[in-house]
C-alpha cells in the first residue's frame, strides 16, 4: 500500500519550490522578439507589454514576476528564459 502525502509534506515540497522559483528570473533578448505577445496574453502577474510601434514586446516589474515560466513556453522565437538569478 502506497503511503499518502500529509498535508505537512505537501507544504514542505510547495515551500521548497517556491525557494527555487525565488532564486529564478526570466531574461528577455528583444532582439529575438516578433512581436507575437504571447508573453503579454499569459503573464499571470502583468509583466509584459506590448509595443505595437516597433513590434516587439517589452518586460518590466520584473520584481513582480513570480517565475512561472508560461512566458517561457509561449515565446515562438525563443527570446524568453527563466535562469537563475
Keep these: 500500500m502506497e503511503k499518502q502525502p500529509t498535508i505537512w509534506s505537501a507544504l514542505g515540497q510547495h515551500l521548497e519550490i517556491a525557494r527555487t522559483l ?3 528570473e526570466i531574461r528577455f533578448n ?3 522578439c516578433t ?3 504571447e508573453c503579454y496574453a499569459v ?3 502583468g509583466c509584459w507589454t506590448p509595443d505595437y ?3 516587439v514586446a517589452i518586460f518590466h516589474d520584473g520584481e513582480l514576476c513570480i517565475a512561472c515560466g508560461a512566458c517561457v513556453l509561449q515565446c515562438p ?3 524568453i528564459e527563466l535562469k537563475p538569478a
Excluded: S
Design 22 to 24: 525565488r532564486g529564478l
Design 30 to 32: 528583444p532582439e529575438r
Design 35 to 37: 512581436g507575437v505577445w
Design 43 to 45: 503573464c499571470p502577474v
Design 53 to 55: 510601434k516597433n513590434r
Design 77 to 79: 522565437e525563443n527570446a
